[in-house]
């Protein structure tokens, strides 16, 4: 298994230029994530997604859209990129049902850079 | 809301000497506690983790017990190694929905730096 994988691995954006990330997984996990990792700050959610067809937003939603037409994708769209969402961004998944001893798989990360 | 506050950084220690990070949450209800590591250059692994009170859990030779009284899941390892530098995060993970489904919420993390 590959595991959780994301592209591309570094980003350098314009301000109001438009991107996509994106992140698979070939573990059939029904819950996917993408998270936010700033300096000081730890790691904030974005958006999930508990299966395909159907997403919700995390803590920090504005400026980000995603879909989930597959299990196995989960790609997070910058529609206008901002300096304020120059951050390393990372994707996870785990099984549905994520209580007890499931676990979250994290991908390597994407470092975007908005000038 | 849940939070979870960790022990500020860097922490730098040499080879062989004790570590203790220190992590305290809040959260309403009983959540999950974890330790993730992450690799320079690299996602989040997770390292141990304990889903009731009192239960430790240990990985590698780190171990961290599941406080309630407390609040508190302090990470500890009795002899670190070079190979341990790495960023460390405490999480709690809650419900977030009515699908049954759970977030994790994460500390700042601690940079740690062993010396040979």
């Known amino acids: 298994n590959a595991g959780v994988t994301q592209t591309p691995k570094f980003q350098v954006l314009k301000t109001g230029q438009s991107m996509t990330l994106q992140c698979a997984q070939d573990?059939?996990?029904?819950?996917m994530s993408w998270y936010r990792q700033d300096p000081g700050m730890g790691l904030r959610l974005i958006h999930y997604?508990?299966?395909?067809?159907?997403?919700d937003q995390g803590e920090v939603p504005n400026g980000y859209n995603v879909s989930r037409s597959t299990t196995e994708d989960f790609p997070l769209r910058l529609l206008s990129a901002a300096p304020s969402q120059t951050s390393v961004y990372f994707c996870?998944?785990?099984?549905?049902?994520?209580?007890?001893?499931?676990?979250?798989?994290f991908g390597p990360g994407t470092r975007l850079t908005v000038l | 809301g849940d939070s979870v506050t960790q022990m500020e950084g860097p922490v730098t220690l040499s080879e062989e000497a004790f570590l203790t990070i220190n992590c305290t949450y809040t959260?309403?209800?009983?959540?999950?506690l974890f330790w993730y590591v992450q690799y320079p250059g690299e996602g989040l692994q997770l390292l141990l983790k304990?889903?009731?009170?009192?239960d430790k859990g240990s990985n590698k030779g780190f171990e961290a017990t599941y406080r309630k009284e407390t609040t508190s899941f302090h990470l500890e390892k009795g002899s670190v190694q070079v190979s341990d530098s790495a960023v460390y995060f405490c999480?709690?993970?809650?419900?977030?929905?009515?699908?049954?489904?759970?977030?994790?919420?994460f500390g700042t993390g601690t940079r740690l730096t062993i010396i040979p």
């Open positions: 996870a998944s785990s099984y549905q049902r994520a209580r007890g001893s499931a676990t979250q798989y």
């Open positions: 573990m059939n996990h029904e819950y």
């Open positions: 997604s508990v299966g395909a067809g159907i997403t």
């Open positions: 959260a309403t209800g009983y959540p999950s």
């Open positions: 304990a889903t009731k009170a009192d």
């Open positions: 999480a709690l993970r809650v419900p977030i929905s009515n699908f049954g489904n759970e977030k994790l919420t």
